[in-house]
């Protein structure tokens, strides 16, 4: 069974600082994403990781995939209050259709 | 162009009711899925369709069935509502895209709380 471990769960940093949030999974996969919600919002994805050694920036975020290792990480550079959100990182192993997320991390950006 | 719908977007039910939530995807996408959010848990997969007349149950289908007549639709049933199925639902549709891998639209949820 394919499990998903994220940490941290919960992420309190002041604005302009670095931090980086991380995604264990269990079993072989080669497709990792990671997606934002915002609080009573749906799921908006940011990043799709194909391969091993796969990194994807968007702005402040840049994510990155070992998959020898099983670990994604989503670092934040610079943090801003806009970030603020809950990050899910997901693997799809076997059917296409069945993601399987990770518990999820919580950020907050303080002043 | 709407994506995924869900309706409704909040629901109270007394233990013991059903109800059925509604997904339509107008992206023509063979797969969907439902998923259920609780604090903590992340989300978890409750049944999916891989076309029209094919479902499988997922990590938690106790409780709740689907069916999928056309490729638009995939409602997802609560037979007899219990307070442990107080959650938001979410439901997906996915597009392959070959070795670009896939790519998930979720609808905007479904809050349900069962008293």
């Known amino acids: 069974e394919l499990k998903v471990e994220q940490n941290p769960l919960f992420l309190s940093m002041q604005e302009g600082k670095n931090y980086t949030i991380y995604c264990n999974y269990s079993?072989?996969?080669?497709?990792l994403y990671w997606y934002r919600q915002d609080p009573g919002k749906s799921l908006e994805s940011l990043f799709v990781?194909?391969?091993?050694?796969a990194v994807k920036q968007e702005g402040r975020l840049m994510a990155s995939l070992d998959t020898k290792a099983r670990l994604s990480t989503l670092h934040i550079t610079a943090a801003v209050h806009d970030l603020s959100a809950t990050y899910f990182c997901?693997?799809?192993?076997?059917?296409?259709?069945?993601?399987?997320f990770g518990t999820g991390t919580r950020l907050q950006v303080t002043l | 162009n709407a994506g995924v719908t869900q309706t409704p977007k909040f629901q109270v039910l007394k233990t013991g009711q059903s109800m059925t939530l509604q997904c339509a995807q107008d992206?023509?996408?063979?797969?969907m899925s439902w998923y259920r959010q609780d604090p903590g848990m992340g989300l978890r997969l409750i049944h999916y369709?891989?076309?029209?007349?094919?479902?499988d149950q997922g990590e938690v289908p106790n409780g709740y069935n689907v069916s999928r007549s056309t490729t638009e639709d995939f409602p997802l049933r609560l037979l007899s509502a219990a307070p442990s199925q107080t959650s938001v639902y979410f439901c997906?549709?996915?597009?392959?895209?070959?070795?670009?891998?896939?790519?998930?639209?979720f609808g905007q949820g479904t809050r349900l709380t069962v008293v």
């Open positions: 997906a549709s996915t597009r392959l895209r070959g070795q670009l891998g896939t790519e998930a639209f």
């Open positions: 079993t072989t996969s080669d497709r």
């Open positions: 990781l194909l391969s091993n050694g």
């Open positions: 997901a693997v799809v192993a076997g059917t296409a259709s069945k993601l399987t």
């Open positions: 992206m023509n996408h063979e797969y």
């Open positions: 369709s891989v076309g029209a007349g094919i479902t």
